[in-house]
């Protein structure tokens, strides 16, 4: 017997596939437009004439933040506070949530360490507080002032916990009757069935460190001590002297604001642009694939 899908059907499937793709194309065509903007020439931008392809084709603009050595040494401690901060922010995730995620009966000041965690949620001690104790703990002009101070997000914790406290209690007491200990249940059992949410996590954790500009400014009194998004902003919007040369001012007669900020936001969105795809798979996958289910 052959399965015939009905008029109403085919016509809900196909207005699903437009509203999808309409949603999608307003989605990439900011960053087509970005990119034609940043590959054009001054005349073309100014003029307006730049749409979703570029006019005048140059590459000057990347030229110009390519061939600075800051920009090369923003983008190398851009991506030691990513790959640090990631390594400490998943870690401290993980070792909280897994104990504040069993009973009462097995953890049982268990209630008072998540009031405590999700207070600070709603209280903070303020930036010139945060600035203090930054400052008073040596951490200044350190990879560590950008990574320290935001080691444990409580919001993703708690992410995490819920997360976890919803994994099949019949797969941790079999795993605790073969001899597994916590440790191994971690490792074993919460961390492979958790992919989805460890996979959310590393992502939001990825961008929040890439996307960071203002704490480079805040704890970094140094310039070839910035990360890659505090370098471009301070580059861009203030035009800082001391980080521009003569033969740089020469490049930037031929060159629009414009241009040189489309190609800030093009090269800050790049790496995110490329890690996305490597892990929106885990996205829709569910919480105990090739395990028990209650």
């Known amino acids: 017997m052959v399965y015939k899908e009905s008029f109403p059907r085919r016509a809900f499937i196909a207005g699903n596939y437009l509203l999808l793709s309409a949603v999608t194309l307003l989605g990439i065509i900011p960053f087509i437009h970005l990119l034609a903007v940043?590959?054009?020439?001054?005349?073309?931008?100014?003029?307006?004439?730049?749409?979703?392809?570029?006019?005048?084709?140059?590459?000057e603009a990347y030229r110009f933040l390519g061939q600075k050595v800051d920009f090369i040494r923003s983008l190398g401690v851009s991506l030691e506070r990513v790959v640090l901060g990631t390594v400490i922010n998943m870690l401290l995730a993980v070792l909280t949530a897994y104990p504040l995620s069993k009973e009462v009966r097995q953890f049982r000041f268990r209630t008072f360490y998540v009031w405590f965690f999700a207070i600070t949620m709603f209280?903070?001690?303020?930036?010139?507080?945060?600035?203090?104790?930054?400052?008073?703990?040596?951490?200044?002009?350190?990879?560590?002032?950008?990574?320290v101070p935001g080691a444990l997000n409580v919001w993703n914790m708690i992410m995490l916990l819920n997360f976890?406290?919803?994994?099949?209690?019949?797969?941790?007491?079999?795993?605790?009757?073969?001899?597994?200990?916590?440790?191994?249940?971690?490792?074993?059992?919460?961390?492979?069935?958790?992919?989805?949410?460890?996979?959310?996590?590393?992502?939001?954790?990825?961008?929040?460190?890439?996307?960071?500009?203002?704490?480079?400014?805040?704890?970094?009194?140094?310039?070839?001590?910035?990360?890659?998004?505090?370098?471009?902003?301070?580059?861009?919007?203030?035009?800082?002297?001391?980080?521009?040369?003569?033969?740089?001012?020469?490049?930037?007669?031929?060159?629009?604001?414009?241009?040189?900020?489309?190609?800030?936001i093009f090269l800050g969105a790049l790496p995110i642009m490329l890690v996305y795809p490597f892990l929106q798979k885990h996205f829709t996958k569910g919480i105990t694939i090739g395990s028990v289910k209650e």
């Open 123 to 147: 209280f903070g001690g303020g930036l010139i507080p945060t600035y203090i104790v930054v400052k008073e703990t040596g951490l200044m002009n350190t990879i560590w002032a950008l990574v």
């Open 38 to 59: 940043s590959l054009s020439s001054n005349t073309a931008v100014l003029a307006g004439e730049v749409t979703l392809w570029p006019r005048g084709f140059t590459l």
């Open 164 to 264: 976890f406290r919803g994994i099949s209690k019949d797969l941790q007491e079999a795993a605790l009757m073969d001899g597994a200990g916590h440790w191994k249940l971690l490792w074993s059992i919460y961390l492979p069935v958790s992919k989805p949410a460890i996979a959310t996590i590393l992502l939001f954790t990825i961008v929040g460190h890439w996307n960071s500009w203002f704490d480079g400014i805040l704890y970094l009194n140094a310039p070839e001590h910035y990360p890659l998004q505090t370098y471009l902003s301070t580059l861009v919007t203030s035009m800082n002297k001391s980080m521009i040369g003569i033969d740089d001012l020469n490049v930037l007669q031929n060159l629009s604001e414009q241009t040189l900020r489309t190609a800030q």
